[in-house]
């Protein structure tokens, strides 16, 4: 657990402008207060983040989730009640107290309570709302450890607090329910059908144009991509979903879990591994067609769009 002082320390540094990079179950987050509309603009400049790529807000609670939403429909107590703290992101209609630029200048706004400790302990110490990214350049590898954040983004971040590896590895999956509407904006570990376990039928929502704003991060066609090219292979290269880059030079393999879980889980850890081995291009075997594989195939997808 990281020690009290320094979250104490980081809070305050959020609470006055400052960028702070924190663990969270999914990636590493580059925080500012999500109220503060200089301290937002700094998280665009650091990543180097278009204006059209909203952020989602972390909060403490619900309570604090409601703080910077219009509306609280039924069908978000229900996801929140079996899915907060966790890997689910709500996007609903947001109040005014919550900048433009947190939305890419939309009128929604994105909210999720992590289930990481050291995330939930400072933004309680903070007492803001946290808008935060991945806290890595934009549409590059996400980091997923605190080591990766120092070699993404260096002296851009005013604080990097250290909470030891993510344990789910991607991204949160995305869900707005504006308008009555069940509209799934980005897949990840809380899958479709968990949804619809709670809710019923979920819509999938169709490509952004990358020129407009969009209605949740990570909608760009390219995203997620490693340094290295990328392409997705042919299957059966080995069994256990191996990870196998090679040029004239050098070969080598990183063996993934075959479950979903485990593999998200060592997702990054494993590009990034690759990418800084200097070899010419990274083969992956196509992961399966299985609902719960659906946010580790959407990141494959956008890492290899080229």
Known sequence: MTPTSELAQAAVLLRSGGLVAFPTETVYG???????????????????????????????????????VAEWPEAAQRLVERFWPGPLTLVLTKRDVVPDGVTAGLGTVGVRQPAHPVALELIRLAGVPVAGPSANPFMGLSPTTAEHVRAGLG?????????????????????????????????GMVSRAMIEAEIGPVELAGEA????????????????APRT??????????????????????????????????????????????????????????????????????????????
Request: glycine share 10%; proline share 7%; aromatic share 4%.
């Open 155 to 187: 002296d851009a971040v005013d604080f990097v607090v250290d909470g030891g590896s993510c344990p789910v590895g991607i991204e949160s999956t995305v869900l707005s329910l504006v308008g009555g509407r069940a509209l799934l904006l980005r897949p």
């Open 30 to 68: 580059l925080g500012a207060n999500a109220l503060d509309p200089a301290a937002v603009a700094r998280i665009y400049a650091a990543k180097g983040r278009p204006s059209t790529s909203p952020l989602i807000v972390h909060v403490a609670d619900v309570a604090m989730a409601r703080t910077v």
């Open 209 to 224: 144009a990358d020129g407009e704003a969009h209605a949740a991060p990570g909608m760009h066609s390219r995203h997620y």
């Open 229 to 306: 090219p990328l392409r997705i292979g042919a299957p059966g290269l080995e069994s256990g979903y191996l990870w196998h880059t090679t040029e004239a030079e050098a070969e080598m393999a990183v063996r993934l879990p075959a479950d979903a879980e485990g593999y998200a889980a060592r997702l990054y850890e494993a590009l990034h591994l690759l990418d800084a081995a200097g070899l010419g291009e990274i083969v992956v075997e196509p992961v399966p067609a299985a609902g719960e594989w659906d946010g580790v195939r959407d990141r494959l997808a956008r890492a290899a769009e080229r």
